[in-house]
């Protein structure tokens, strides 16, 4: 079985910063990619950065997210950072953790695995 878990949310005013943790812990054989995904209420999920694991940790960033927000891995392991700077009120959101392609221990196939999702709210 495999989870996600998430921390690090919470309130914060415009122009602060937060620092979201995600740990993916279970019977993991590879991951191809981890990071980060953000909904708003009434919007549709969308993009905030994505650490691939296998080529050479190659980053994709929201274009909203560029030059704020940094996302960084765990000396080889399964969990990843996202560091959040110079937030503003449109980055009030859920942050949920994905796991690209996780391949466990008894699966053949991989599969996407998604947290629960944390809550970051910015005030203006």
């Known amino acids: 079985q495999v989870q996600l878990v998430e921390s690090g949310g919470g309130l914060v005013q415009t122009g602060g910063s937060l620092r979201l943790t995600c740990t993916a812990s279970?019977?993991?054989?590879?991951?191809?990619?981890m990071g980060w995904y953000r909904q708003a209420p009434g919007k549709e999920r969308e993009l905030v950065a994505m650490l691939n694991f296998r080529y050479g940790g190659y980053i994709n960033y929201g274009d909203s997210v560029k030059g704020r927000f940094t996302i960084s891995r765990e000396n080889a392991k399964n969990t990843v950072y996202l560091q959040m700077n110079s937030l503003k009120p449109e980055d009030t959101a859920v942050y949920y953790c994905?796991?690209?392609?996780?391949?466990?221990?008894?699966?053949?196939?991989?599969?996407?695995?998604w947290g629960q999702g944390t809550q970051v709210t910015v005030s203006s």
């Open positions: 994905k796991a690209d392609s996780l391949i466990t221990t008894t699966a053949i196939l991989g599969r996407d695995y």
């Open positions: 279970g019977s993991i054989f590879s991951i191809n990619a």
